[in-house]
Every structure is written in C-alpha cells, then in structure tokens.
C-alpha cells in the first residue's frame, strides 16, 4: 500500500490549533511590556526639550511600537477569527504609505531600494495602517532574504495602477521560492527562514483580503534575474462626483 503523502490532516489541524493558541497568548503578554514603553516614551518627551536628535529617536521609537501594537491586533483577530472589513468610506494615498513603509524598514547600508512612485496621490479605500504594515512585511522580508546572499543587486519596490486597481509589487534578488513550497506560503506558522514565524505573510494576506485585494507570490526565472516577487493588489477608490 502507498504511504500517504505529507501528514495526517487532522495531526496537522491539531497541531495549528496548538500553536495559533499558543501564539495568541503570547501576542496578549505583549501588550503589557508594550504599554510601559509608550508610557516611557511619553515621559521622556517632556524631558528632551529642544534636543532634536532624540526627539527624533522618541519619534521613531513611538511609530515602531505603533507597528508592534498592530501586529499583536492582527494577530490575536486572526486566531480568533475576527475581521473587520475597513471603513468603505476611507481612504488614503497609498504611493505615500508605501514611501512610509520603505522608510520605517531598517537595513544595511549597502543594501539600496530603489523606489518607483507615482508622483500624484493614488487613493485606494481602506486602512492606511494595517496597508502600511503589509509593505512594511514584505519589504522587510526581502531585506533579511538578501542578508545571506549577494545584496548589491538591492530590491525594487514600484507602485503600478490602471483604472480599477492599483498594485504594489516588493521584487528581490534572492534564491527564489521552492516549488513545494510556493502553494502552501501564505499558510499560518510556513516559513523559509530558520527564524520565522511564517505569520507575517498570512496575516498579510488577510489584511489584503478585508481590503478586497489580493496578495501574491511569484519565483522569477534566472532568466528574469532570478529572485521572487510579491504583489499587493487593491482596488482603487471610486472617483469623487463633480
């Protein structure tokens, strides 16, 4: 008799039960050690005065810990699945999140982004903040892809649209995505990286989806410069009435 092929689905169900409970407990700690940070950095703003060095460093302090907390958010709706859709009447300029986003991604000196935005507002209806950390996600993700591998060819995050859609597409140089694994990749706890988590890109696509978009993954031939590309579609924000 042939032996199955890849693990028991129940087993495999159970065992992301266990772990999706467990990581909805850690994301609920979190919030505590979190919370006395932003008070800390409220405290010492008052303290810095006219220093405009560390005003800036309590500034980038306080956007990160903003990040920190809408991770934890999109976390524990995920385990409990919660979601709920944005706002149909907001929108945002999404060439301006995508700026932001790349800006906020820590990374090697040498390694360059090379950034292509419309110059005018491109506005898409939803979230800013939860849009802003999917960018946030894969462009990190491609930075610590490249860590090990020759980043001097960098990565390019470029920002296209036509008349219903606008995508966003983070490309990198890398190794690629494995075959086997590029079907299951948006799967909670399913990583390439010895240390991931394998929830950034699921929790990524989630957001994309209550946004009425989609997210993408694609390994490029060596022909094309080899590496992988992820594409963020969202639909674009029906123009005002005159």
Request: no cysteine; hydrophobic share 45%.
């Amino acid at each position: 008799m042939d032996e199955p092929d890849g693990p028991d689905p129940a087993l495999r169900a159970d065992a992301l039960l266990h772990v999706g409970q467990l990581a909805a407990g850690v994301a609920h700690e979190l919030r505590n050690p979190l919370s006395v940070i932003e008070t800390s950095v409220f405290l010492l703003q008052e303290q810095v005065g006219d220093d405009p060095r560390a005003a800036r460093q309590l500034r980038r302090i306080s956007e990160q810990l903003s990040v920190a907390g809408a991770i934890v958010n999109d976390l524990l709706d995920t385990v409990r699945g919660r979601h709920a859709p944005p706002s149909p009447t907001a929108s945002f300029d999404l060439a301006r999140v995508v700026r932001e986003a790349v800006a906020w991604v820590p990374r090697p000196p040498r390694l360059a982004i090379a950034l292509r935005l419309p110059e005018d507002p491109l506005l898409v209806p939803g979230d800013a903040r939860r849009i802003r950390q999917v960018v946030i996600n894969l462009v990190a993700n491609a930075v610590q892809i490249l860590a090990g591998h020759d980043d001097s060819a960098g990565i390019a995050v470029t920002l296209d649209f036509d008349d219903r859609a606008a995508h966003v597409a983070v490309r990198d140089h890398g190794p690629g995505i494995a075959d086997e694994l590029l079907p299951r990749l948006f799967e909670p706890f399913v990583t390439t990286r010895p240390q991931g988590t394998g929830l950034g890109l699921a929790l990524s696509r989630r957001i994309a989806h209550d946004h009425r978009g989609e997210l993408r993954a694609e390994s490029l031939p060596a022909s094309e410069g080899g590496g992988a590309r992820f594409t963020l579609t969202l639909p674009r924000a029906a123009p005002e009435a005159p």
